[in-house]
């Protein structure tokens, strides 16, 4: 973009000012609001409240978990056998999808109308390109 000798330097600083902020504020938003649904889903698995771990999970990963179970998502995501996932160390988000690292967990979340929602848990990262995690939960 281009600015002529009306809008000035000042004016330019401004509007250069406003457009970053309002970038970054969206961001945190995104970020914190995927990491506190990550640390909720890790602290309801913790504490064995695997019913409320499900209702943490997105609808196509709940149903995967009862169907691959053959038993309902509690029972499901109980044998799982999900590591507990420590504190979360980082998060990286790219529109509503969000990559969560935890000290022993790798989840993935998506941010639905009611929320953030995690996809995938349990994740592991793998050498190869066509596969880059491997998940114990994920949706189908």
Not at 13 to 33: N, P
Request: proline share 4%; glycine share 14%.
């Amino acid at each position: 973009m281009r600015w002529t000798t009306r809008t000035g330097p000042r004016a330019s600083g401004v509007l250069l000012a406003v457009l970053l902020l309002g970038g970054c504020g969206a961001s945190a938003a995104r970020e914190d609001g995927a990491t506190e649904a990550g640390r909720r889903f890790a602290a309801a698995l913790a504490a064995g409240d695997y019913r409320a771990g499900c209702a943490l999970l997105a609808p196509e990963t709940r149903e995967q978990v009862e169907e691959d179970g053959r038993t309902p998502c509690a029972l499901g995501l109980r044998e799982a056998g999900l590591p507990p996932a420590g504190l979360a160390r980082g998060v990286d988000v790219y529109g509503r999808e969000a990559l969560l690292r935890m000290t022993a967990d790798t989840l993935f979340l998506s941010q639905f109308d009611a929320g953030w929602l995690v996809t995938a848990a349990g994740c592991e990262e793998q050498a190869t390109e066509d596969e880059p995690y491997r998940c114990a939960v994920k949706g189908g």
